[in-house]
């Protein structure tokens, strides 16, 4: 097996939802954000769950930049398989993020152990710094676009 993926890789084809709802509580944001990894059971819905809990501890800890998040637990919250789902919010979604403001791009991280998460962590960061990829993702409408920007990662 080749070791190097891509991230699209872990998203695959039917791994990006995207959305034009307006005004998502965080609650379903984080349904949405979560809802194609639960239903093609790469984790279990108290994955979910422990993403809600740890934002009622702490805040928006997934909120990592202007624009992104990047919600996720602990592998032993409820991972099956290592993946990615990749939301876009067209306009928006406020995560109460103070630092950062409103989402538009999320990245649902699922894990399995910490090896293959460095290497995903860093195709990620790599993107993430990247505004002219997040702003083409975000403005996209084509998945085969999104998928195309994400086999370069």
Do not use: W
């Not at 460095?118 to 975000?138: C, G, K, P, V, Y």
């Amino acid at each position: 097996m080749d070791c190097f993926m891509s991230l699209f890789d872990l998203v695959g084809n039917d791994g990006i939802v995207i959305t034009s709802e307006k005004h998502l509580t965080v609650d379903s944001a984080l349904d949405l954000m979560c809802s194609i990894l639960i239903k093609n059971k790469k984790v279990d819905s108290c994955y979910l769950e422990a993403i809600k809990q740890k934002h009622r501890e702490i805040g928006a800890y997934y909120v990592l930049a202007p624009k992104i998040a990047m919600p996720h637990a602990r592998p032993e919250d409820g991972v099956n398989e290592a993946a990615l789902q990749l939301t876009i919010f067209k306009y928006g979604v406020d995560l109460e993020s103070e630092d950062n403001g409103d989402v538009y791009l999320s990245i649902t991280l699922a894990a399995v152990d910490s090896d293959n998460h460095i290497n995903t962590i860093m195709a990620l960061s790599e993107l993430f710094q990247n505004d002219e990829d997040i702003d083409a993702i975000i403005q996209s409408d084509n998945i085969i676009n999104i998928i195309d920007i994400l086999k370069k990662y």
